[in-house]
Nanobody, 121 residues
């Protein structure tokens, strides 16, 4: 199995910054995309940012210019630097990866348990 463990969530004032980290562990042969999703109360889970194995990022329009995603392939870790945060960024943030457990298995999606991010106005 593949486990994803997130860290770095918490409470921040509007305009402040937080950095999320997520480390993948377990039986991992290869990881394709990694990324972050978020889910606010009463809303669906939406993509925040994703990054390919080669480091090409994609961002939701709502976070472009404020958030930055990066990854360390040697550590199977993905990061999300969040700057100039707004109250509407408040949500549970979930880490995601598309990974292959062995050369003989297909790629599958794996999710972290989520970390709460709260931005006060």
């Amino acid at each position: 199995q593949v486990q994803l463990v997130e860290s770095g969530g918490g409470l921040v004032q509007a305009g402040g910054s937080l950095r999320l980290s997520c480390a993948a562990s377990g039986r991992i042969f290869s990881i394709n995309d990694m990324g972050w999703y978020r889910q606010a109360p009463g809303k669906q889970r939406d993509v925040v940012a994703t990054i390919t194995r080669r480091g090409s990022p994609n961002y939701a329009d709502s976070v472009k210019g404020r958030f930055s995603i990066s990854r360390d392939n040697a550590k199977n870790t993905v990061y999300l630097q969040m700057n100039n945060m707004k109250p509407e960024d408040t949500a549970v943030y979930y880490c995601y990866c598309n990974a292959q457990r062995s050369p003989l298995t297909n790629y599958a999606d794996y999710w972290g348990q989520g970390t709460q991010v709260t931005v006060s106005s």
